[in-house]
């Protein structure tokens, strides 16, 4: 079925839905939520990492080099890249309950075949379909999580949905260490590591079955009976809630001329096409901070003389940041203004991204790596958070899900840009292009983005 963008007649129903939402307190279906959304980014997270371990793996055991190195690394983003802008679009059209099942069924099937791929090219191609799966998780999770959550909540328990998400890294990490350079069942390390995701993912489908539709979806689309039902199922699930003085100001909006009938044309319309063009921009540059150290720790620690046991061990103990800064973004976001985070993190990420590929006792090396990992995960959750919060419901996740995927088109390249640059001027230049990448990030946010910490989304998104 497809769905159209609301009409105006619709318009004080939608707003209504969102403030009941809004006032909910926190309650057993939220928590649900939380977890289910979570686990099933886990799934994502781990299957990014997954490149890292693969590639040192091949590299070492089969002397696979150069640019057939580079195209594993790249292919899963690829698809990332692709997933994550045509289910934005799929989710805003038929659900996201829906986009949430079809994304991991897509992903479980192809890293099978991955696992079981015969040669390096058919390897390629699995993890490139398996990406474009995965690559959905992030836009429709953030744009689920940001329709139905409270909004004084809001931050908070998106920031425990992607810590949940996060203890796949150092859960990686140590599988791959356990499983360097060993053989399951004649199954080689990397590939047992791929089943395990396919059948984590299965398991979270179904989980996630049980999920109510948003009820800010339903009632944008026109399904108003469906949006109520899919309201009373959040409120059954919760305790009283809060008072309505949200919804008994006078706040419900004043009837807005009719809406362009495509959400590529309500994303044409201010202030939502600089926000769109600004998110494009921090994400084709964000990556180099976030995935060029997650995903080439390893690798430059081998460059710089370290052994694949030893890299792979002070990689695992490092990713144990993934989490411990996960949880240190619950309090800062319901504290601090997300715009302002996500620059200050920027800054004490890059910092200590040039200090892990500078210093050379084992211990300021693991330091160092554990405050990467843990300003990048700060810096992650609160743009996951604030890149939601500055659409409306009707074309949440077709923004997010256009705007997030040129950061996996980014990350697909970035093989191709660091990679040579580690090789042939050392890990302190590595980084150093990655220092610029991150200030151009900083640089476009700074004068567009809306400050969003607290305010409902009707507010930040007032047309």
Known sequence: MTATLAQPDQ??????????????????????????????????VYEIFLSSTIATALKTEYGLDGTALQLLMASSFLGMFIG?????????????????????????????IGAIAPNP????????????????????ADSYLSDVLPKAHRGRLAAWAYTCSFLAVPVLGFLSLFLNGRSLFDFDGWRVLMV?????ALFVILLRRGLP?????????????????????????????????????GDVPAAQPA??????????????????MMLAVFHLFQPFGYYGFGTLAALVLVSRGYDVTSS?????????????????????????????????????????GVLFATVSAPALIVVFGLLTTAASNVFSNI?????AEIFPSDVRATAVGLTYSVSRLSSAALPFILIPVLDHYGAATMFAVVLVALAAAVAVLAPIGPRTTGRSSDDVNPT
């Not at 969102?18 to 909910?24: A, K, S, V």
């Not at 743009?383 to 890149?387: G, I």
């Open 11 to 44: 318009t004080v129903g939608r707003h209504d839905i969102g403030c009941r939402l809004d006032r909910l307190p926190v309650g057993r279906i939220h928590r649900k939520i939380v977890v289910a959304i979570g686990l099933g980014l886990f799934f994502e």
């Open 84 to 112: 994550a802008a045509a289910f934005g679009r799929i989710a805003d059209r038929i659900g996201r309950r829906r986009a949430f099942l079809i994304n991991l069924v897509w992903f479980s099937v192809w890293s099978i």
């Open 312 to 352: 792979l061990l002070f990689t695992a103990v490092s990713f144990i940041g993934y989490p411990l800064g996960s949880l240190i973004s619950i309090p800062l976001l319901k504290r601090f203004e997300r715009k302002y985070l996500i620059m200050a993190t920027v800054a004490v990420m890059a910092a200590c």
């Open 121 to 140: 090219l058919m390897l390629v191609g699995a993890r490139f379909m398996a990406g474009v799966g995965v690559g959905a998780e992030y836009p429709v």
């Open 259 to 276: 809406r362009p009938a495509t959400a590529v044309g309500r994303l044409r319309l201010s202030p939502y096409r600089q926000r769109l």
């Open 383 to 387: 743009y996951h958070v604030y890149q």
């Open 196 to 200: 395990i995701g396919a059948i984590g």
């Open 213 to 249: 539709e948003s009820p800010r979806w339903l009632a944008g689309v026109g399904r108003t009976d469906e949006a109520q039902a899919a309201l009373r199922a959040f409120e059954s699930g919760t305790g009283p809630a809060t008072d309505d003085t949200d919804a008994s100001n």
